[in-house]
Protein backbone atom coordinates (compact mmCIF):
# COMPACT_ATOMS: atom_id res chain seq x y z
CA UNK A 1 0.00 0.00 0.00
CA UNK A 2 1.34 3.48 -1.16
CA UNK A 3 2.29 6.29 1.76
CA UNK A 4 -0.21 9.08 1.97
CA UNK A 5 1.65 11.69 0.21
CA UNK A 6 0.61 14.59 3.07
CA UNK A 7 -0.40 12.42 6.23
CA UNK A 8 -2.29 13.69 9.48
CA UNK A 9 -0.17 14.82 11.93
CA UNK A 10 -0.40 13.07 14.87
CA UNK A 11 -0.72 14.90 18.47
CA UNK A 12 2.52 15.21 20.42
CA UNK A 13 2.33 14.24 23.89
CA UNK A 14 5.41 15.80 25.98
CA UNK A 15 6.08 14.49 29.33
CA UNK A 16 9.16 13.34 31.61
CA UNK A 17 10.49 10.08 33.09
CA UNK A 18 11.94 10.34 36.48
CA UNK A 19 14.21 7.65 38.03
CA UNK A 20 14.56 8.53 41.62
CA UNK A 21 17.51 6.27 43.27
CA UNK A 22 18.38 5.57 46.73
CA UNK A 23 22.31 3.97 46.37
CA UNK A 24 21.43 1.25 43.87
CA UNK A 25 17.58 1.44 44.41
CA UNK A 26 15.58 2.75 41.82
CA UNK A 27 11.85 3.53 42.25
CA UNK A 28 9.14 2.65 39.52
CA UNK A 29 5.33 2.47 39.51
CA UNK A 30 3.39 -0.04 38.39
CA UNK A 31 1.10 0.90 36.66
CA UNK A 32 -3.09 0.28 37.87
CA UNK A 33 -4.68 -2.13 35.12
CA UNK A 34 -7.41 0.16 34.35
CA UNK A 35 -4.55 2.89 33.55
CA UNK A 36 -5.68 4.16 30.02
CA UNK A 37 -2.04 4.53 28.94
CA UNK A 38 0.92 1.60 29.89
CA UNK A 39 -1.80 -0.13 32.09
CA UNK A 40 -0.11 -2.93 34.29
CA UNK A 41 3.24 -1.77 33.22
CA UNK A 42 6.43 -0.72 35.05
CA UNK A 43 7.97 2.84 34.41
CA UNK A 44 9.68 5.77 35.79
CA UNK A 45 7.95 8.38 38.20
CA UNK A 46 6.39 11.71 35.75
CA UNK A 47 3.48 12.65 33.57
CA UNK A 48 2.85 15.32 31.28
CA UNK A 49 4.81 18.33 31.13
CA UNK A 50 1.91 21.02 31.71
CA UNK A 51 1.83 24.26 29.50
CA UNK A 52 3.41 26.90 30.75
CA UNK A 53 5.98 24.56 32.20
CA UNK A 54 9.58 23.61 31.18
CA UNK A 55 10.92 19.95 31.50
CA UNK A 56 12.71 20.61 34.47
CA UNK A 57 9.71 22.06 36.34
CA UNK A 58 7.35 19.45 35.58
CA UNK A 59 10.25 16.86 36.15
CA UNK A 60 10.04 18.34 40.09
CA UNK A 61 6.28 18.73 39.99
CA UNK A 62 5.78 15.04 39.19
CA UNK A 63 8.21 13.30 41.44
CA UNK A 64 6.59 15.85 44.64
CA UNK A 65 3.00 14.85 43.09
CA UNK A 66 3.46 11.24 42.71
CA UNK A 67 5.46 10.29 45.59
CA UNK A 68 5.79 13.69 48.02
CA UNK A 69 9.79 13.64 47.56
CA UNK A 70 10.86 17.45 46.83
CA UNK A 71 13.84 17.65 45.00
CA UNK A 72 15.48 20.42 44.23
CA UNK A 73 17.04 21.43 40.96
CA UNK A 74 20.38 20.87 41.79
CA UNK A 75 19.23 17.38 42.69
CA UNK A 76 18.33 16.20 39.22
CA UNK A 77 20.47 15.15 35.99
CA UNK A 78 19.01 15.25 32.83
CA UNK A 79 19.27 11.58 31.64
CA UNK A 80 17.89 11.06 28.15
CA UNK A 81 15.70 12.79 25.25
CA UNK A 82 13.52 10.78 23.74
CA UNK A 83 11.40 11.38 20.42
CA UNK A 84 8.77 7.81 20.14
CA UNK A 85 6.52 7.51 17.30
CA UNK A 86 3.68 5.00 16.41
CA UNK A 87 2.24 2.34 18.48
CA UNK A 88 -0.11 4.44 20.75
CA UNK A 89 -2.82 7.33 19.76
CA UNK A 90 -0.41 10.00 19.64
CA UNK A 91 3.79 10.42 19.67
CA UNK A 92 5.86 10.81 22.61
CA UNK A 93 8.36 14.09 23.72
CA UNK A 94 9.93 12.92 26.45
CA UNK A 95 12.74 13.91 28.78
CA UNK A 96 14.29 11.65 31.69
CA UNK A 97 15.85 12.42 34.48
CA UNK A 98 17.36 10.36 37.02
CA UNK A 99 17.46 12.25 41.44
CA UNK A 100 18.90 10.54 44.15
CA UNK A 101 16.71 10.60 47.36
CA UNK A 102 17.96 10.26 50.80
CA UNK A 103 15.80 7.22 51.87
CA UNK A 104 13.57 4.32 50.27
CA UNK A 105 10.69 5.34 52.78
CA UNK A 106 8.33 6.95 50.52
CA UNK A 107 6.80 10.06 51.77
CA UNK A 108 3.44 8.95 50.59
CA UNK A 109 3.71 5.75 50.82
CA UNK A 110 3.62 2.82 48.15
CA UNK A 111 0.06 3.26 46.67
CA UNK A 112 -0.77 6.26 44.72
CA UNK A 113 -3.64 7.10 42.30
CA UNK A 114 -1.36 6.72 39.59
CA UNK A 115 -0.24 2.18 40.85
CA UNK A 116 1.95 0.86 43.31
CA UNK A 117 5.79 2.46 44.13
CA UNK A 118 8.26 -0.15 43.97
CA UNK A 119 11.79 -0.18 44.95
CA UNK A 120 14.21 -2.42 42.49
CA UNK A 121 18.10 -3.06 42.57
CA UNK A 122 19.28 -1.60 39.28
CA UNK A 123 20.58 -5.13 38.18
CA UNK A 124 17.18 -6.47 38.76
CA UNK A 125 15.13 -3.89 36.82
CA UNK A 126 15.51 -5.61 33.50
CA UNK A 127 14.83 -9.28 35.12
CA UNK A 128 12.26 -8.08 37.57
CA UNK A 129 9.37 -10.33 36.09
CA UNK A 130 7.45 -7.20 35.56
CA UNK A 131 6.64 -6.12 32.09
CA UNK A 132 8.17 -2.68 31.40
CA UNK A 133 7.13 0.10 29.43
CA UNK A 134 9.42 -1.05 26.27
CA UNK A 135 11.55 2.12 25.84
CA UNK A 136 12.97 0.91 29.61
CA UNK A 137 14.31 -2.08 28.26
CA UNK A 138 16.88 0.57 25.93
CA UNK A 139 17.56 3.05 28.17
CA UNK A 140 17.35 2.42 31.80
CA UNK A 141 21.09 0.32 32.36
CA UNK A 142 22.61 3.46 30.50
CA UNK A 143 20.95 5.81 32.82
CA UNK A 144 21.50 4.20 36.33
CA UNK A 145 25.18 3.67 34.81
CA UNK A 146 25.34 7.36 34.58
CA UNK A 147 27.60 9.54 32.99
CA UNK A 148 26.03 10.15 29.72
CA UNK A 149 22.52 11.68 28.46
CA UNK A 150 21.22 9.32 26.08
CA UNK A 151 19.21 10.87 23.10
CA UNK A 152 17.17 8.34 20.91
CA UNK A 153 14.72 7.61 18.34
CA UNK A 154 12.22 4.73 18.26
CA UNK A 155 9.06 3.53 16.32
CA UNK A 156 6.53 1.32 18.28
CA UNK A 157 4.14 -1.32 16.63
CA UNK A 158 0.54 -1.92 17.65
CA UNK A 159 1.59 -3.20 20.61
CA UNK A 160 3.56 -0.57 21.92
CA UNK A 161 6.83 -2.66 21.57
CA UNK A 162 9.95 -0.74 19.87
CA UNK A 163 10.84 -2.40 16.14
CA UNK A 164 13.56 0.37 15.60
CA UNK A 165 15.82 2.73 17.67
CA UNK A 166 18.84 5.09 17.12
CA UNK A 167 20.11 5.51 20.08
CA UNK A 168 23.56 7.95 20.49
CA UNK A 169 24.88 8.94 23.83
CA UNK A 170 26.53 12.05 24.72
CA UNK A 171 29.63 11.43 27.38
CA UNK A 172 29.19 14.20 30.46
Known sequence: MPKEKNPQ????MVTV???LHCGDDYLFVLRDANKSVDAGRLNGIGGKVEPGENFLQAAIRE????????VRPDQV??????RLEGGYPQ????CFFKMAVPSKEIPMGNDTPEGKLIWLHKDEVLTSGYELVDDLNYCFPAIAEGGKILFFHAQANEHEKIETINLDELRI
Open 9 to 12: PRKL
Open 63 to 70: TEEETGYV
Open 91 to 94: DWGM
Open 77 to 82: QLAAVA
Open 17 to 19: TNF
